[in-house]
């Protein structure tokens, strides 16, 4: 089973940028829709950006649109969510997970994700 691990999580200031990366081993992400979740406490887990296969399309959550970027390197099984202009209420473990393409409704369910990392901590100070 391929295993994502997550990095480049960190504490910024509001207005500041951080860049995640998700990297998987054990085997290639290539076939499979990618995705990034986050939880903050006390809330449950929400969606937030996801990618097609090959990197042609992506959809984003309503808060983050204009401000977060999903990109992948299937050459590097490498996952990047681009983070800008980041808010206070963005502060939460970001998680990124895997998911088999051709499933019926939107991707924006964790249900829909079969694959997880362990998740990364971003803390956006005011």
């Known amino acids: 089973q391929v295993q994502l691990v997550e990095s480049g999580g960190g504490v910024v200031q509001a207005g500041g940028s951080l860049r995640l990366s998700c990297t998987a081993s054990?085997?290639?992400?290539?076939?499979?829709?990618m995705g990034w979740f986050r939880q903050s406490p006390g809330k449950e887990r929400e969606f937030v950006a996801r990618?097609?296969?090959?990197?042609?399309?992506?959809d984003y959550a309503a808060f983050v649109l204009g401000r977060f970027t999903i990109s992948r390197d299937n050459a590097k099984s490498t996952v990047y969510l681009q983070m800008n202009n980041l808010k206070p209420e963005d502060t939460a473990v970001y998680y990124c997970?895997?998911?088999?393409?051709?499933?019926?409704?939107?991707?924006?369910?964790?249900?829909?994700?079969?694959?997880w990392g362990q998740g990364t901590q971003v803390t956006v100070s005011s």
């Open positions: 990618v097609t296969r090959d990197g042609d399309s992506a």
């Open positions: 054990g085997g290639t992400i290539s076939t499979y829709i």
């Open positions: 997970a895997s998911a088999r393409a051709f499933q019926i409704g939107p991707m924006d369910s964790p249900q829909k994700y079969r694959n």
